[in-house]
């Protein structure tokens, strides 16, 4: 809808963010009822999308919280932004002690907890997978 744009419904950062953004020809923010529909949004050819989480769950789902970012479940209460049913590419990086990339389109619940697991750092696989094995996520089956 916007061809060779870079289309977003706000930006929040540093000084330099908005100083890149401010007046920016390439840069056009919209409304979220324009950016997040998935009837306007499926009208585009080639859409890559970016949502920033601060936390995941095995499953795939993500949501805005401050704790590790790749967990069992997410927070009670917390909102979903991102369902798992929406969910492809995966990226973390190593500063923020968790790194990698993964695909979870089309994969069982129990691929995409070890997908997830996969992407968090070594110190923390071990418990996840137990606790995703404890509560359902990986039958013990699943290699």
């Given at each position: 809808?916007?061809?060779?744009?870079?289309?977003?419904?706000?930006?929040?950062?540093?000084?330099?963010?908005?100083?890149?953004?401010?007046?920016?020809?390439?840069?056009?923010?919209?409304?979220?009822?324009?950016?997040?529909?998935?009837h306007?949004?499926?009208?585009?050819?080639r859409?890559?999308?970016?949502?920033?989480?601060?936390?995941?769950?095995?499953?795939?789902?993500?949501?805005?919280?401050?704790?590790?970012?790749?967990?069992?479940?997410?927070?009670?209460?917390?909102?979903?932004?991102?369902?798992?049913?929406?969910?492809?590419?995966?990226?973390?990086?190593?500063?923020?002690?968790?790194?990698?990339?993964?695909?979870?389109?089309?994969?069982?619940?129990?691929?995409?907890?070890?997908?997830?697991?996969?992407?968090?750092?070594?110190?923390?696989?071990?418990?996840?997978?137990?606790?995703?094995?404890?509560?359902?996520?990986?039958?013990?089956?699943?290699?």
């Open positions: 809808m916007h061809p060779g744009k870079i289309v977003c419904s706000f930006g929040l950062g540093s000084k330099k963010l908005y100083d890149a953004v401010d007046g920016n020809p390439d840069i056009s923010s919209q409304p979220v009822d324009l950016t997040n529909l998935p306007l949004i499926m009208q585009n050819d859409l890559t999308t970016i949502n920033n989480t601060t936390q995941m769950d095995l499953q795939g789902q993500a949501a805005r919280v401050r704790r590790s970012r790749i967990v069992l479940d997410l927070t009670p209460g917390n909102v979903v932004t991102a369902p798992r049913s929406d969910m492809m590419y995966v990226v973390t990086e190593y500063v923020v002690t968790e790194y990698g990339i993964v695909n979870l389109k089309g994969k069982s619940v129990p691929e995409r907890a070890t997908a997830m697991i996969s992407l968090a750092h070594p110190d923390f696989r071990d418990d996840l997978e137990r606790e995703a094995r404890g509560n359902g996520l990986i039958p013990r089956s699943f290699r």
